[in-house]
C-alpha cells in the first residue's frame, strides 16, 4: 500500500486572495499631501482676493470686472471658490 501525505491531498478548485494590505503609511501620507494642497489653496485665494480689492478702477475695467464684483468676491470666506 502506497503511503499517502496530507499536504495537497484536499485540493480547491480556486485560489484564495490574499486580503488587501493596510498600507497606514501610505493612507497618511495622501491625507497630509491634499491637506497641505488645500491649505495652499486657501492661502492663493486669500492672497488673490487681497489683491484685487487693491485694484483701481481701470485696471478692472481692463478685466472686465466692477468693483461690486470683486467686493463681493473678497467678502467670501477663504474655503468658498
Do not use: Y
Amino acid at each position: 500500500m502506497k503511503q499517502q501525505n496530507c499536504i495537497g491531498t484536499i485540493r480547491a478548485d480556486f485560489e484564495l486572495q490574499a486580503a488587501p494590505k493596510l498600507d497606514l503609511a501610505h493612507g497618511v501620507t495622501g491625507a497630509a499631501r491634499a491637506l497641505f494642497a488645500t491649505l495652499c489653496l486657501w492661502q492663493q485665494r486669500v492672497e488673490m482676493r487681497a489683491r484685487m480689492v487693491q485694484l483701481d478702477a481701470r485696471t478692472l475695467d481692463d478685466i472686465g470686472l466692477s468693483r461690486e464684483h470683486v467686493m463681493a468676491e473678497a467678502e467670501k470666506p477663504f474655503w468658498k471658490a
